[in-house]
C-alpha cells in the first residue's frame, strides 16, 4: 500500500535538507515533498500535524538480550550504597519466592555512586543472599562481585587459580574478596543454569517494546556471549520470530566469539556478515581485548594514578587476538574489536594494520568500539587506516566524575575526543552499549552536544571543546551508525530508495534549548512505514 505522511517538519539528514511530506511504498521511501491533494485513490494520508521527524534512530552498539534479562534480575543501578542493594535483594527474593539453592543475579551498580566509595565483597553478599549462591556485575559489565557460594559452585574458594585475562582479587590472606575481573567473571557465570531458546525468544518479544518506544529503528546488539544462553540458542531465537514476523525493528547480531572453539563452531555455518533479512542478519565479528575505565581494568599505556604497575588488563595477547581477527576476516566476517585504554587501542589497531597489509580488502570499515583513552597519534592511525569509531556519548555521564583521579589531567584531555576524531575525518557512530548506559539515543545526543551529566552538569560542559554540533549528534546514531554495517544506502536518511524507518519527535529538536534534548519524548516510532511505538497508546 502507498502512503503519504505530510504536514511534517521531516529532517531527511541529506544535508539541511528538510520536506514536508515523504511518500512510502512496500516499506521504503519513494518519494519526497508530494501535497496530499489530489492523490488517487488508494494511498494512504496520515497527518503529521507539523512535528518533527528524523531518520528512525539506529544503535551500532549496545547488548539486549542483556538489557532484556537484566529487568528480570536485581536492578542494582539506583542504589547508592551497601543498605539499598541488601533492600533491592530482599524484596526480590521475596517477589520470586527464591528457594534455597536458587541463584540470584543482579546488575548496575557503580561503587563511585555509592555514598561510601567501596565495592562490595563476598562477605556484604553473604550478608544479603540466604546462603544461596549469588553474583552483582558492576555497570561497567567487566567485574563483578560474588559471594561464598558462589565462589565455591564455581571451585574458586579455596584455590583460587591465577589467570593472564582476568583477576580473582585475594585480600591479605590470600582469600578471594569476591570481586572478579574480566574473563575471572565467567569461572562464576558458566555454573549459573542456562536458559534455552524459547526463553530467548520471550525476552526478545516482551522487551523489543522498549527499544521502539525511544525511537530505535535498528540496533547492532552483542548478545552471543550472554552467560545465560548458548549463541546457537539466541541465533535460532532471532531466526524463528524474523521466520514467524514477530520481529518490530531491525536487529544485526555482533557474533562475540571469544576463542578458536567457538569461531570455527559459527564458522562451519557458513554465515558472514551481511547474511539475512530486513529485520535479522549477521553483523561483526566482536571480541573483547580490555576492560572498562571506572572498574580499571582498561589496558593502559601507563599505570593508573596511585597504582603504580596497575596498566588494567589485556585479555589476548598480540598474537592470540589475531590469530582470531584473521580467521575471522579471511571468512567473510566485519571485525568490531573493544578498546578502551590506550594500550588496548595500539594492539587492536597493530592487527588491523597487519590484516591490511596481509589481506588487503575493498572496504573493510574496521571497527573500534568505545574509543575512550586516545591519544592524537591513536587518532591519526584511526584516520590512516579508515578504521570507524563507535562511541558511547553516554559514557561521560559517569566517566567525567572519575577520568582524572583515574588517568591524570594529562591524559584526559585526549579522551572522549569525539570532535577531534571528526575532524581528523574519523568516521563516528553513536551507541549505548546498553545495559551499561540507557540506550536512548536523545540522553547520547544530549550528552554529544553538551558535554553535561543528566543532572546538567558541569556548567558550559565538561572538556567543552569537544562538543558537537547537534546535527553531527543526531549524524552519529543516523548516517553515521548505518555506515558502520555497510547500511548507508539503505538507512540514516529519508530519501528514495531508503528503508522507511522515521521517528516523530514531540518538540522540534533544532529549536529546543540544548539541555530540553533528553526530555524530549518520541511521539511515534515507524519502521518500514508501519506505525510500530505510539506514545499515547503505548505509554
Same mark, same amino acid.
Given at each position: 500500500?502507498?502512503? !503519504?505522511?505530510?504536514?511534517?517538519?521531516?529532517?531527511?539528514?541529506?544535508?539541511?535538507?528538510?520536506?514536508?511530506?515523504?511518500?512510502?511504498?512496500?516499506?521504503?521511501?519513494?518519494?519526497?515533498?508530494?501535497?496530499? @491533494?489530489?492523490?488517487?485513490?488508494?494511498?494512504?494520508?496520515?497527518?503529521?500535524?507539523?512535528?518533527?521527524?528524523?531518520?528512525? *534512530?539506529?544503535?551500532?552498539? /549496545?547488548?539486549?538480550?542483556?538489557?532484556?534479562?537484566?529487568?528480570? +534480575?536485581?536492578?542494582?543501578?539506583?542504589?547508592?550504597?551497601?543498605?539499598?542493594?541488601?533492600?533491592?535483594?530482599?524484596?526480590?527474593?521475596?517477589?520470586?519466592?527464591?528457594?534455597?539453592? #536458587?541463584?540470584?543475579?543482579?546488575?548496575?551498580?557503580?561503587?563511585?555512586? $555509592?555514598?561510601?566509595?567501596?565495592?562490595?565483597?563476598?562477605?556484604?553478599?553473604?550478608?544479603?543472599?540466604?546462603?544461596?549462591? /549469588?553474583?552483582?556485575?558492576?555497570?561497567?559489565?567487566?567485574?563483578?562481585?560474588?559471594?561464598?557460594?558462589?565462589?565455591?559452585?564455581?571451585?574458586?574458594?579455596?584455590?583460587?587459580?591465577?589467570?593472564? #585475562?582476568?583477576?580473582?582479587?585475594?585480600?591479605?590472606?590470600?582469600?578471594?574478596?569476591?570481586?572478579?575481573? @574480566?574473563?575471572?567473571?565467567?569461572?562464576?557465570?558458566?555454573?549459573?543454569?542456562?536458559?534455552?531458546?524459547? &526463553?530467548?525468544?520471550?525476552?526478545?518479544?516482551?522487551?523489543?517494546?522498549?527499544?521502539?518506544?525511544?525511537?530505535?529503528?535498528?540496533?547492532?546488539?552483542?548478545?552471543?556471549?550472554?552467560?545465560?544462553?548458548?549463541?546457537?540458542?539466541?541465533?535460532? &531465537?532471532?531466526?524463528?520470530?524474523?521466520? &514467524?514476523?514477530?520481529?518490530?525493528?531491525? *536487529?544485526?547480531?555482533?557474533?562475540?566469539?571469544?576463542?578458536?572453539?567457538? =569461531?570455527?563452531?559459527?564458522?562451519?555455518?557458513?554465515?558472514?556478515?551481511?547474511?539475512?533479512?530486513?529485520?535479522?542478519?549477521?553483523?561483526?565479528?566482536? !571480541?573483547?581485548?580490555?576492560?572498562?575505565?571506572?572498574?580499571?581494568?582498561?589496558?593502559?599505556?601507563?599505570?593508573?594514578?596511585?597504582?603504580?604497575?596497575?596498566?588494567?588488563? =589485556?585479555? %589476548?595477547?598480540?598474537?592470540?587476538?589475531?590469530?582470531?581477527?584473521? +580467521?575471522?576476516?579471511?571468512?567473510?566476517?566485519?571485525?568490531?574489536?573493544?578498546?578502551?585504554?590506550?594500550?588496548?587501542?595500539?594492539?587492536?589497531?597493530?592487527? %588491523?594494520?597487519?590484516?591490511?597489509?596481509?589481506?588487503?580488502?575493498?572496504?573493510?570499515? $574496521?571497527?573500534?568500539?568505545?574509543?575512550?583513552?586516545?591519544?592524537?597519534?591513536?587518532? #591519526?592511525? *584511526?584516520?590512516?587506516?579508515?578504521?570507524?569509531?563507535?562511541?558511547?556519548? /553516554?559514557?561521560?555521564?559517569?566517566? /567525567?566524575?572519575?577520568?582524572?583521579?583515574?588517568?591524570?589531567?594529562?591524559?584526559?584531555?585526549?579522551?572522549?575526543?569525539?570532535?577531534?576524531?571528526?575532524?581528523?575525518?574519523?568516521?563516528?557512530?553513536?551507541?549505548?552499549?546498553?545495559?551499561?548506559?540507557?540506550?536512548?539515543?536523545?540522553?547520547?545526543?544530549?550528552?554529544?552536544?553538551?558535554?553535561?551529566?543528566?543532572?546538567?552538569?558541569?556548567?558550559?560542559?565538561?572538556?567543552?571543546?569537544?562538543?558537537?554540533?547537534?546535527?553531527?549528534?543526531?549524524?552519529?546514531?543516523?548516517?553515521?551508525?548505518?555506515?558502520?554495517?555497510?547500511?548507508?544506502?539503505?538507512?540514516?536518511?529519508?530519501?528514495?530508495? %531508503?528503508?522507511?524507518?522515521?521517528?516523530?519527535?514531540?518538540?522540534?529538536?533544532?529549536?529546543?534549548?540544548?539541555?530540553?534534548?533528553?526530555?524530549?519524548?518520541?511521539?511515534?516510532?515507524?519502521?518500514?512505514?508501519?506505525?510500530?511505538?505510539?506514545? #499515547?497508546?503505548?505509554?
Amino acid at each position: 500500500m502507498r502512503k !503519504l505522511f505530510y504536514n511534517g517538519v521531516i529532517h531527511t539528514m541529506n544535508g539541511d535538507e528538510t520536506t514536508p511530506s515523504v511518500t512510502v511504498e512496500d516499506g521504503v521511501v519513494v518519494a519526497l515533498g508530494e501535497s496530499p @491533494e489530489g492523490q488517487p485513490d488508494g494511498v494512504g494520508l496520515e497527518d503529521l500535524r507539523g512535528m518533527t521527524v528524523l531518520p528512525g *534512530f539506529h544503535d551500532s552498539h /549496545m547488548h539486549f538480550l542483556n538489557y532484556a534479562i537484566d529487568k528480570e +534480575k536485581v536492578e542494582l543501578s539506583h542504589c547508592r550504597g551497601l543498605e539499598d542493594m541488601a533492600r533491592a535483594t530482599r524484596e526480590y527474593i521475596e517477589e520470586r519466592e527464591l528457594g534455597e539453592g #536458587d541463584w540470584i543475579q543482579g546488575g548496575g551498580w557503580n561503587e563511585n555512586n $555509592f555514598r561510601e566509595a567501596a565495592a562490595p565483597n563476598r562477605q556484604d553478599l553473604d550478608a544479603m543472599s540466604g546462603g544461596r549462591p /549469588m553474583i552483582f556485575t558492576r555497570a561497567c559489565c567487566s567485574v563483578a562481585v560474588a559471594n561464598t557460594a558462589a565462589l565455591r559452585a564455581a571451585g574458586i574458594f579455596e584455590a583460587p587459580p591465577q589467570l593472564d #585475562d582476568g583477576r580473582i582479587a585475594l585480600d591479605e590472606n590470600g582469600v578471594p574478596t569476591g570481586l572478579l575481573e @574480566e574473563r575471572a567473571r565467567f569461572l562464576v557465570y558458566d555454573k549459573i543454569p542456562k536458559i534455552g531458546k524459547n &526463553a530467548v525468544k520471550r525476552l526478545i518479544l516482551d522487551y523489543q517494546k522498549d527499544l521502539l518506544k525511544a525511537g530505535l529503528t535498528t540496533v547492532q546488539t552483542d548478545d552471543f556471549k550472554l552467560w545465560d544462553a548458548g549463541f546457537r540458542d539466541v541465533m535460532d &531465537a532471532y531466526s524463528e520470530l524474523d521466520a &514467524a514476523g514477530q520481529l518490530k525493528l531491525r *536487529f544485526i547480531l555482533q557474533a562475540r566469539l571469544v576463542d578458536e572453539g567457538s =569461531l570455527d563452531d559459527f564458522l562451519r555455518m557458513g554465515l558472514k556478515t551481511g547474511d539475512g533479512g530486513d529485520y535479522y542478519k549477521i553483523g561483526a565479528y566482536k !571480541l573483547l581485548p580490555d576492560g572498562s575505565l571506572g572498574g580499571k581494568t582498561a589496558a593502559l599505556r601507563e599505570s593508573y594514578i596511585g597504582e603504580p604497575g596497575n596498566r588494567g588488563i =589485556l585479555t %589476548y595477547a598480540r598474537s592470540e587476538l589475531y590469530s582470531l581477527l584473521e +580467521k575471522a576476516h579471511l571468512a567473510g566476517m566485519q571485525l568490531a574489536t573493544h578498546a578502551i585504554g590506550d594500550r588496548a587501542m595500539d594492539m587492536v589497531l597493530d592487527c %588491523y594494520e597487519e590484516l591490511a597489509r596481509k589481506h588487503p580488502s575493498d572496504d573493510p570499515r $574496521f571497527r573500534v568500539i568505545h574509543c575512550q583513552i586516545t591519544t592524537e597519534d591513536i587518532m #591519526d592511525r *584511526f584516520r590512516a587506516l579508515g578504521a570507524l569509531a563507535d562511541i558511547q556519548p /553516554m559514557f561521560i555521564h559517569a566517566d /567525567m566524575r572519575v577520568c582524572e583521579a583515574l588517568i591524570g589531567e594529562g591524559r584526559t584531555k585526549w579522551s572522549y575526543n569525539w570532535k577531534t576524531l571528526l575532524e581528523k575525518g574519523v568516521r563516528v557512530s553513536g551507541s549505548s552499549d546498553a545495559p551499561v548506559e540507557p540506550f536512548d539515543p536523545l540522553y547520547g545526543i544530549y550528552a554529544a552536544v553538551t558535554r553535561k551529566d543528566m543532572g546538567g552538569h558541569p556548567d558550559g560542559g565538561w572538556l567543552p571543546e569537544q562538543k558537537l554540533s547537534l546535527r553531527e549528534a543526531i549524524e552519529l546514531y543516523t548516517g553515521g551508525a548505518a555506515y558502520t554495517s555497510y547500511e548507508e544506502g539503505r538507512k540514516g536518511r529519508l530519501s528514495p530508495g %531508503y528503508l522507511a524507518d522515521f521517528v516523530v519527535l514531540g518538540e522540534d529538536i533544532f529549536s529546543a534549548p540544548e539541555d530540553h534534548i533528553k526530555d524530549i519524548r518520541v511521539a511515534r516510532t515507524y519502521v518500514g512505514g508501519s506505525l510500530a511505538h505510539d506514545a #499515547d497508546i503505548d505509554g
